[in-house]
T-cell receptor
């Protein structure tokens, strides 16, 4: 199988603080990890693509200075929400693509998500 | 860019068959995927079609017609646990075709 974990699963913080979310691929190496945000009853919106050893690629409209992404190893990517505000409250989900997978297959594995609430 | 359309809601009874359609517009095509997401949970992969035709996996089947930019997910012998949101997704040609764009989702309610 392919298991992706996220930590923490739920976090509540005060406005202005920073929150770090970890995404780990537990039994495979992931050159590429993806970070999504999902608001209630809405679809998943890709925030950024995290490539191991290089800078993340952010989607249009996503502030790279606010959502810091680090992909320091083949099994770990982190998303840091800096100076969080109530409008950043959302469900953040990471996914990982198995290294070596051909371009014709779909092998994106999702973490369980992190629910962030900013007071 | 990419855009996908799905019905927002579908309701059916246990034991029935339901079809969830997805139409897409894409500048490059690497296949159509389907994901299931229960409330509060993460999406789980259901199926993937790169070529035209029907793919069957147990009670779930997925169909693709590339010429029509259309696909559907077919759920048979519906069970209460199938109540969830279902998303179709296509792969964006950026980042070597690795990025996914998700449809708006279809909320399936299965009634007893």
């Amino acid at each position: 199988g392919a298991v992706v974990s996220q930590h923490p699963s739920r976090v509540i913080c005060k406005s202005g603080t920073s929150v770090k979310i970890e995404c780990r691929s537990l039994d495979f190496q992931a050159t590429t990890m993806f970070w999504y945000r999902q608001f209630p009853k809405q679809s998943l919106m890709l925030m950024a693509t995290s490539n191991e050893g290089s800078k993340a690629t952010y989607e249009q409209g996503v502030e790279k200075d606010k959502f810091l992404i680090n992909h320091a190893s083949l099994t770990l990517s982190t998303l840091t929400v800096t100076s969080a505000h109530p409008e950043d409250s959302s469900f953040y989900i990471c996914s990982a693509r198995k290294t070596g997978t051909g371009a014709t297959t779909d092998t994106q594995y999702f973490g369980p998500g992190t629910r962030l609430t900013v007071l | 860019g990419q855009s996908l359309e799905q019905p927002s809601e579908v309701t059916a009874v246990e034991g029935a068959i339901v079809q969830i359609n997805c139409t897409y517009q894409t500048s490059g095509f690497y296949g159509l995927s389907w994901y299931q997401q229960h409330d509060g949970g993460a999406p789980t992969f259901l199926s993937y079609n790169a070529l035209d035709g029907l793919e069957e996996t147990g009670r779930f089947s997925s169909f693709l017609s590339r010429s029509d930019s259309y696909g559907y997910l077919l759920l048979q012998e519906l069970q209460m646990k199938d109540s969830a949101s279902y998303f179709c997704a296509v792969r964006d040609q950026r980042n070597y075709g690795q990025n996914f764009v998700f449809g708006p989702g279809t909320r399936l309610s299965v009634l007893p």
